[in-house]
Nanobody
Framework: QVQLVESGGGLVQPGGSLRLSCAAS????????MGWYRQAPGKERELVAT??????NWADSEKGRFTISRDNVKNTVYLQMNSLKPEDTAVYYC?????????????WGQGTQVTVSS
């Protein structure tokens, strides 16, 4: 059973930085997709960024301020968020997509709150 454990959220002032981490248990391969989504109050969950085989996929608004990286030995994905804005306030969810033969499995973390406020 795969589990995702997130950490690193919190309260930060506008212009500040945070680094989110998500560690996955179980057998994770480089070709599996790891990444981050977020959900602001009253809004739908949206893509932040994903990474697989070293290739990244971004929501355009975060590209340049955020960096996604992955440690395949530790099965951990990171999201470095810089120049944070109040509109970045949301619950950030770790995401994992496993490809096992013809089957695809989606997993979500429990979410970590990021609040950007002065």
């Amino acid at each position: 059973q795969v589990q995702l454990v997130e950490s690193g959220g919190g309260l930060v002032q506008p212009g500040g930085s945070l680094r989110l981490s998500c560690a996955a248990s179980g057998s994770i391969f480089t070709g599996d997709v790891m990444g981050w989504y977020r959900q602001a109050p009253g809004k739908e969950r949206e893509l932040v960024a994903t990474i697989t085989w070293g290739s990244t996929n971004w929501a355009d608004s975060e590209k340049g301020r955020f960096t996604i990286s992955r440690d395949n030995v530790k099965n951990t994905v990171y999201l470095q968020m810089n120049s944070l804005k109040p509109e970045d306030t949301a619950v950030y969810y770790c995401y994992l997509k496993l490809f096992r033969g013809v089957r695809i499995y989606d997993y979500w973390g429990q979410g970590t709150q990021v609040t950007v406020s002065s």
